[in-house]
């Protein structure tokens, strides 16, 4: 059962009960993969998919399958659920994707392939979508370091990217950027992590000023564990505010760095000029653009904004996924009412 089966079922052919005549088996992989759909329903481009989405998203936050971008990956969900829901609110259609079709005589990395073949115990030819869609979502290299890590195995980016070992204080943190909690957990792991198998994936530093666009944690760990080089990426950004909002983004699992990156996105596309705004978000209006940079949508942005300024609290407890954006504000709204 490969994703590109899954989705032509949840957007084209919508039978109400196609997930009731699957196998226990395929059941059990599409959830075991649910975040790969995800991912790639969220590459659908026509602007009448924002809508359901956002619906869709609401869901998962609520049930607390979604902690941030990708963070579905690390749980389960109810398909046969998530199915109905899907064909109940998005449009039935055949839909066209950010990205462009494969291409014919792709060279694929087979190494990685067969370890994902063995890892979701699927054909090698069946992993080539799964491939595809790392790739088109931009977390192919971020994937192949952790399956390879998993498996043992000495990994050799293959990305055109050249690696560079550099002083650790040639490169400076971006004025933009936010400096993370040294004692969060989160923070916490990643630190024993790099002192125990040193610093697997390089840090994205813009070439021009050498600020770190992708990579706070990691060099944070690295400045703790009194690394004297460390290894980087160097790259030409267009705009590095941008560049280091999407990969906040990517891979977060906070909801607050989500609305964080949410509400500074917003405000870099407000001091751009017309034809600068139409560049960066081509067809797409704002609202539009937003919620597929971000996963986070305009009504969102409104209900949380009224939790923040009405009950912290509350507030706290739907950043931390205690509690949905939907049902913290219906909570206050309600509340609100009864004491008018």
Known sequence: MTISKVIENITEIQEPNWVANLSEEDIEKIENQFWLIWIKLKLIKEPEIIEPLSKISEYLSAKKVLDGKLSVKRRNVDFKIFYSLC???????????????????????????????KDLDESIHHCEDYYDTLEQAGILEKEKVQLFKKYGVQYEPQSKDK??????????????????????????????????????????????T??????????????ELGKAKITVIKKVFKSDILEIINFKLDSSVLLSEQVRGYRELKQEILNRGYKDRKILMGSLSMRDYLFKQTGISQTQDYRLGYIENTDSEIYNKVLEGVMSVNQGY??????NETTK
């Not at 040294?182 to 021009?208: A, Q």
């Not at 600020?211 to 990691?218: A, E, L, Q």
Request: with cysteine; proline share 4%; hydrophobic share 35%.
């Open 87 to 117: 064909i109940s609110v998005i449009p039935k259609k055949k839909y066209k994707f950010i990205y462009p079709k494969k291409k014919k005589n792709k060279e694929y990395d087979y190494e990685f392939l067969k370890l994902l073949a």
């Open 163 to 208: 690696i560079e070992i550099v002083n650790i204080n040639s490169i400076n943190l971006h004025p933009k950027g936010n400096i993370d909690n040294l004692k969060s957990n989160e923070y916490l792991i990643l630190l024993e992590k790099i002192k125990l198998f040193g610093l697997l994936e390089p840090i994205i530093v813009d070439k021009k």
């Open 210 to 223: 050498n600020n770190i666009v992708s990579g706070y944690r990691r060099y944070q760990c690295c400045k």
């Open 330 to 335: 219906l909570d206050l709204k309600k509340l």
